[in-house]
Nanobody, 118 residues
Framework: QVQLVESGGGLVQAGGSLRLSCAAS????????MGWFRRTPGKEREFVAS????????TYADSVKGRFTISKDNAKNTVYLQMDSLKPEDTAVYYC???????????WGQGTQVTVSS
């Protein structure tokens, strides 16, 4: 099993920045790709960004491209999501998740609330 713990959420004004962290522990050797997702009440869970532990660049949803940056620290088994130019529509609970080289995301964190005020 892989345990994931998110941190860094909070309340910020529109245009501001936050950095989320996701610390992985347990059988991290089974983890190939880490992703960030978000969910707002009444909406489907939405993909935000992902990165592999071996790769350098990430992939992003169009809605966050150019504003969010995903990165990783292999030594700390931690993935980050730098969120800049935040908008009220970015308000959501953000989750990090882990998957192997194939298949679906299997392991999920507990989520961290991000609230962007207008």
């Amino acid at each position: 099993q892989v345990q994931l713990v998110e941190s860094g959420g909070g309340l910020v004004q529109a245009g501001g920045s936050l950095r989320l962290s996701c610390a992985a522990s347990g059988r991290t050797a089974s983890s190939y790709r880490m992703g960030w997702f978000r969910r707002t009440p009444g909406k489907e869970r939405e993909f935000v960004a992902s990165i592999t532990w071996t790769g350098g660049s990430g992939t992003y949803a169009d809605s966050v491209k150019g504003r969010f940056t995903i990165s990783k620290d292999n030594a700390k088994n931690t993935v980050y999501l730098q969120m800049d130019s935040l908008k009220p529509e970015d308000t959501a609970v953000y989750y990090c998740a882990s998957k192997g080289a194939t298949g679906a995301y299997v392991y999920w964190g507990q989520g961290t609330q991000v609230t962007v005020s207008s």
